[in-house]
């Protein structure tokens, strides 16, 4: 079964850190592109860092400077390190998997995590 867990979310305040991870099962991570993504209520769903198949990465304006993607193929495993955290990166954290043709992967569909919820307030 194909499959992507989040965790490391929780309660924060404005300048604390936190590490979330996103870990895969039944397939391969080494082959996919990794987004995290993250909606907070009232709100649509946005982008806020990716890593692609060659680590490429790329993060939304808001979170430069703070927020650091890596990945650990070895691990089946995408970090997402939070430094600096403001009221506004309150939100639903999701994991987004997308194949990468380029790898020769013969899956087509892309998957979501079920999410994990970070909270920065004091």
């Known amino acids: 079964q194909v499959q992507l867990v989040e965790s490391g979310g929780g309660l924060v305040q404005p300048g604390g850190s936190l590490r979330l991870s996103c870990v895969a099962s039944?397939?391969?991570?080494?082959?996919?592109?990794i987004g995290w993504f993250r909606q907070a209520p009232g709100k649509d769903r946005e982008a806020v860092s990716c890593?692609?198949?060659?680590?490429?990465?790329y993060y939304i304006d808001s979170v430069k400077g703070r927020f650091t993607i890596t990945r650990d193929n070895a691990k089946e495993t995408v970090y997402l390190q939070m430094n600096n955290l403001k009221p506004e990166d309150t939100a639903v954290y999701y994991c987004?998997?997308?194949?990468?043709?380029?790898?020769?992967?013969?899956?087509?569909?892309?998957?979501w995590g079920q999410g994990t919820q970070v909270t920065v307030s004091s």
């Open positions: 987004n998997a997308d194949p990468d043709p380029a790898t020769g992967t013969y899956y087509t569909e892309n998957y």
């Open positions: 039944g397939f391969r991570m080494a082959y996919w592109n």
């Open positions: 890593v692609g198949t060659s680590d490429g990465v």
